[in-house]
């Protein structure tokens, strides 16, 4: 039933810092309600919101559907007796229609689910010379200067933290119809996709003592595009954690950025498409000892940090 991943929404204990980290990495900010919205070039859709909050944390996830699979998800609650949320808090922060869902999910994550379709993106040919292939490029110079566009064109998924992962598979595929599409461990951690046709992964979850937001991930137009808007933020004081490397699981090239909380920003380009109708076998890799780590890319320039599972936005609202 869920067809994508639309707009994630956090609490930040600093709105201006918030606004700076985001607008340095290439999203357009507006106000609106009390609140910072961003979008992504050549998207006319609200892609991130910043509420002032206590801490860094998941306000809610807004995930869209159709009509007919948001009247399935509402027999599926009224099956499963999950009690609907009463969005008045968050209605100060956005504009809900009645006919949305909002739902907290197993962690005690909050979901809005809408009927929308999502916003179409612009995206612009790689012109690319490969020895020996017909040269598309020809007396041309092909380096891009820093000040070439490098900003984000979608939130393609989050990776969520929480202390059960067969819990949320379970919930999220049987009440929101979404697919598992590989896993690391039988516990450890698991990429579900959008039903219909998706990326690999719009909801990667971790395990951890605690729910929290590892990254959320935002798709780039091509890898210098990624790494220029790596560069841009590192240049600008922001921390570079991992990359660049190539992930086994979704096949995408990556670069992990940590924000002002500690927390992970994620770009990447190239990841795995999943038809509908596309035939995919769930692969399990083995996640003892050493071999979760391995298990996380296929190369990199560099081990991924001791820290890099770590789980900074420890939440107390377990259910
Ligand atoms: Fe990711």
């Known amino acids: 039933m869920?067809?994508?991943?639309?707009?994630?929404?956090?609490?930040?204990?600093?709105?201006?810092?918030?606004?700076?980290?985001?607008?340095?990495m290439g999203?357009?900010?507006?106000?609106?309600?009390?609140s910072y919205v961003f979008r992504c070039e050549g998207k006319?859709?609200?892609?991130?919101?910043?509420?002032?909050?206590?801490?860094?944390?998941?306000?809610?996830?807004?995930?869209?559907?159709?009509?007919?699979?948001?009247n399935r998800i509402k027999d599926n609650l009224r099956t499963h007796q999950i009690k609907p949320h009463d969005p008045k808090h968050e209605s100060q922060f956005c504009t809900s229609s009645p006919n949305d869902i909002w739902?907290?999910?197993?962690?005690?994550?909050?979901?809005?689910?809408?009927?929308?379709?999502?916003?179409?993106?612009?995206?612009?040919?790689?012109?690319?010379n490969h020895p020996g292939d017909v040269f598309k490029r020809v007396g041309i110079r092909g380096a891009p200067n820093r000040q070439v566009d490098s900003r984000p064109r979608k939130l393609g998924h989050i990776l969520k933290f929480t202390p059960d992962v067969n819990r949320l598979v379970d919930f999220y595929t049987t009440i929101l119809g979404m697919k598992l599409s590989d896993r690391i461990g039988e516990k450890e951690l698991a990429f579900l996709r959008c039903s219909g046709?998706?990326?690999?992964?719009?909801?990667?979850?971790?395990?951890?003592?605690?729910?929290?937001?590892?990254?959320?991930?935002?798709?780039?137009?091509n890898l210098d595009q990624m790494q220029l808007c790596?560069?841009?933020?590192?240049?600008?004081?922001?921390?570079?954690?991992?990359?660049?490397?190539?992930?086994?699981?979704?096949?995408?090239?990556?670069?992990?950025i940590r924000d002002p909380w500690g927390g992970l920003c994620e770009l990447f380009?190239?990841?795995?498409?999943?038809?509908?109708?596309?035939?995919?076998?769930?692969?399990?890799?083995?996640?003892?000892?050493?071999?979760?780590?391995?298990?996380?890319?296929?190369?990199?320039t560099s081990l991924p940090p001791d820290d890099f599972l770590r789980n900074f936005e420890k939440v107390s609202h377990v259910t």
């Open 27 to 34: 999203l357009t900010p507006h106000s609106e309600k009390q």
């Open 103 to 128: 739902l907290r999910d197993p962690d005690g994550t909050l979901l809005q689910i809408i009927v929308a379709n999502t916003a179409e993106q612009i995206r612009t040919a790689v012109k690319l």
């Open 230 to 256: 790596a560069q841009r933020l590192i240049d600008a004081g922001y921390q570079d954690c991992w990359g660049v490397g190539r992930h086994i699981y979704g096949s995408n090239y990556f670069h992990y």
């Open 44 to 70: 006319n859709q609200d892609q991130l919101r910043l509420i002032q909050g206590k801490k860094k944390e998941i306000a809610w996830v807004t995930w869209s559907t159709n009509l007919e699979g948001l």
């Open 2 to 24: 869920i067809k994508s991943l639309h707009c994630l929404s956090l609490y930040v204990p600093n709105l201006e810092v918030g606004k700076d980290f985001y607008s340095c």
């Open 197 to 221: 046709d998706s990326d690999h992964h719009t909801l990667a979850l971790a395990l951890s003592d605690a729910v929290g937001l590892h990254h959320s991930s935002w798709e780039m137009g």
């Open 269 to 300: 380009w190239d990841i795995d498409f999943i038809g509908e109708h596309s035939e995919w076998t769930v692969e399990v890799a083995d996640a003892h000892g050493s071999s979760l780590h391995e298990n996380l890319f296929q190369w990199a």
